[in-house]
């Protein structure tokens, strides 16, 4: 048995992540802020230099794939946090032009945005409140302009409102990518993750004096309460949440226990709900989804809409699309979560019993 310090955890599965592939992508700078989250819980300067330093590399010391959002070029969400907290202030242009870029990316007739690829065809897929909300939020409190505050509600909300299933209070991946007007059939643990992410972001730094706090904190509260009957006997949530036979999802479970963690700490959720909720999800992320190598397992692979023909988009295809070890979906969201743990107080986690246990 391997036990240590939530923020011990935090930083060595960095250290694992940085020593099996370069990290960028989307799913990497989610790391990198999950590093500049864990700097700011352990106030450690040390952790802050050498994010800092991370994000240096960002943009022309990184061979960049395809992007839909533009800003993952020069670090996107960590970048845009680390202004907002007095740091980097030399890339504040920077920060500025790709907020201005993502004001006037491609949207559908509501004004959210759309894959840049199709923007006809309106795809919208709740990915994309992860990527707009947060970086625009920390945009905003950094340069001061109210404009990128309005626009980060307006996406995070908008996306949850046109991707929720009233029925059960869960959201959709996406709608028109099956075909027009129809929604992907799921209720995915990451997807719903990437939304509740995007709420509580914006329910840990939106102004107290906001005009938009009330919308948020109901969607945000809403959302818990729809997720938290699903939490596994474990303490965690299923890659398909409803469904009891798929396996319980790494990323998901650690972007919703990140975001109940938000939540409790900022006073929206309350402790007799929630907080057993969280300590027992935090206790089996580690036990359950990290080997003692800091090597990670039961996180999904990149998933938009999958399958293909008829199958595309359905229940059977999102639930067929199995783990493997050091999935890079996992690394951020874990990090998030144990950075969150620590300001709980939780002094010691546990990780996986064996390397293959």
């Known amino acids: 048995m391997t036990t240590m310090r939530p923020l011990t955890a935090a930083v060595g599965l960095y250290d694992h992540y940085e020593s099996v592939a370069e990290v960028k992508h989307y799913y990497g700078l989610l790391a990198i802020y999950g590093l500049a989250r864990t700097a700011a819980a352990a106030g450690d300067e040390d952790l802050w230099a050498r994010t800092e330093k991370i994000l240096r590399r960002f943009p022309d010391g990184v061979d960049h794939p395809h992007y839909n959002f533009p800003s993952y070029r020069i670090g996107g969400i960590p970048q845009a946090y ?6 980097m202030a030399d890339r504040a242009d920077l920060v500025r032009e790709y907020a201005e870029e993502m004001m006037t990316a491609p949207r559908d007739h509501a004004g959210l945005v759309v894959l840049p690829a199709e923007p006809a065809a309106e795809k919208i897929w709740i990915d994309a409140a992860m990527a707009t909300a947060p970086y625009l939020l920390y945009a905003g409190l950094a340069l001061e302009d109210e404009r990128y505050l309005d626009e980060a509600v307006h996406q995070a909300v908008g996306l949850h409102d046109a991707l929720i299933d009233h029925s059960c209070g869960l959201l959709h991946q996406c709608r028109n990518f099956v075909a027009p007007d129809r929604f992907s059939q799921d209720h995915w643990s990451r997807g719903n993750g990437w939304g509740y992410l995007a709420l509580a972001e914006l329910v840990d730094g939106l102004p107290a004096s906001s005009q938009h706090r009330e919308d948020v904190e109901r969607r945000f509260a809403a959302l818990s309460y729809a997720l938290l009957p699903h939490q596994s006997h474990r303490g965690l949530w299923r890659q398909e949440i409803p469904h009891p036979l798929a396996y319980e999802e ?6 919703i226990l990140y975001g109940i963690g938000v939540g409790l700490r900022t006073g929206v959720l309350d ?4 907080g057993p909720a969280f300590r027992r999800g935090i206790g089996a992320l580690t036990s359950i989804c990290v080997n003692p190598d800091f090597s990670t397992e039961f996180s999904c692979p990149g998933c938009l809409c999958p399958g293909t023909g008829p199958r595309k988009g359905t229940l059977q295809s999102y639930m067929t699309q199995l783990p493997h070890r050091d999935e890079p979906h996992s690394f951020g969201p874990l990090l998030l979560a144990l950075a969150e743990a620590h300001r709980h107080g939780v002094t010691a986690v546990e ?7």
Do not use: E, K
Request: aromatic content about 8%; glycine content about 22%; charged content about 15%.
């Open 82 to 87: 680390l202004l907002a907290q007095g740091r």
């Open 250 to 255: 790494t990323s998901g479970s650690a972007l």
């Open 271 to 274: 402790a007799g709900d929630f």
């Open 351 to 357: 990780l996986r019993p064996g390397r293959y246990g």
